[in-house]
């Protein structure tokens, strides 16, 4: 397995210095240094630490010798496309906090804003951030397995209100939801 920490930490602009005051507890810039380069082995518990500091998921940090990924190569500025100075692997979406679990839901049928294909990317929050869900698109479990998905319109003590997208359609009302996945990122094909 080859690590991913330099490519990530440089992609988020951090020097070795910072990441290492980052960490839970602080190390030294140089021991990070090894574990980048590979002079001192990764344990899972570096990889919890350094994750923490990265604010990305540990599994992030390492990946297999033979996987392909696709390279940032470019930035599209004011100015137009610039190269970047050294191409890095490119991350998966970073979730502000870390620690949020990412969830995507794929597109059958074109709904709304949403067209077959696309596939919506949503951050896992727990009741305590539902206020700020408001007026966003989310997803919220249902009884039975099933979900709900469309802007959340509305909350009122611990029931929330979805409108699904698209013409005609119901607002479904959920009681008590554990979790709702607010959208964060939409993928969408060219």
């Known amino acids: 397995m080859i690590n991913r920490i330099r490519d990530i930490r440089r992609q988020k602009g951090l020097t070795l210095a910072e990441v290492a005051a980052r960490c839970q507890p602080p190390t030294t810039a140089q021991t990070i240094g090894r574990l980048e380069t590979g002079m001192r082995s990764l344990s899972l518990s570096w990889m919890n630490r350094i994750a923490g500091a990265l604010g990305v998921d540990p599994q992030l940090l390492v990946k297999a010798e033979s996987s392909t990924t696709p390279t ?27 620690e949020a679990t990412l969830v995507v839901v794929s597109v059958e049928a074109s709904a709304g804003e949403y067209r077959t294909g696309d596939q919506i990317w949503l951050r896992q929050t727990g009741p305590d951030e539902f206020p700020r869900a408001l007026n966003r698109d989310v997803l919220a479990p249902r009884p039975g397995g099933r979900y709900a998905f469309g802007r959340m319109i509305d909350r009122d003590g611990e029931r929330i209100a979805i409108l699904p997208p698209g013409i005609g359609q119901r607002q479904v009302v959920i009681d008590r939801p554990n979790w709702l996945a607010v959208a964060e990122m939409l993928v969408r094909r060219l």
């Open 72 to 98: 940032l190569i470019a930035r599209l500025g004011v100015h137009g496309a610039e190269a970047v100075t050294n191409p890095v692997e490119a991350l998966f979406p970073i979730v502000p906090g870390g």
